[in-house]
């Protein structure tokens, strides 16, 4: 069974910087694509960053485009989301999930999330 486990998060001030990172286990990370959704209190889960099976596609919300870069190592079975000049409304619980299907397709297995705090 895959699993996915997040760590990083934690609490940091407006125009800092936090690396997130997701392992995976219990299945071979080359095998999905891979993804970071964030959901803020009262608000619905959105996405912000995925990645190719390779890593040679990116995509991010435009919100975070240009701060915030996605990447994997796939022997070391690791996603990695880097957010820099982090804002306000990046305070949220951030997910790590794995697509074996397309990108746009729901992904398959979910982490427990890693909470950011971010405070001006």
């Known amino acids: 069974q895959v699993h996915l486990v997040e760590s990083g998060g934690g609490s940091v001030q407006t125009g800092d910087s936090l690396r997130l990172s997701c392992v995976l286990t219990g299945g071979n990370i080359g095998e999905y694509g891979m993804s970071w959704f964030r959901q803020a209190p009262g608000q619905e889960r959105e996405f912000v960053a995925a990645?190719?099976?390779?890593?040679?596609?990116?995509y991010y919300e435009d919100s975070v485009e240009g701060r915030f870069s996605i990447s994997r190592d796939n022997a070391r079975r690791t996603v990695s989301l880097q957010m820099d000049s982090q804002s306000a409304e990046g305070s949220a619980v951030y997910y790590c999930t794995a697509h074996s299907t397309g990108l746009n397709a729901e992904p398959d297995y979910w982490g427990q999330g890693t909470q950011v705090s971010v405070s001006s």
């Open positions: 990645i190719g099976w390779s890593g040679g596609r990116k």
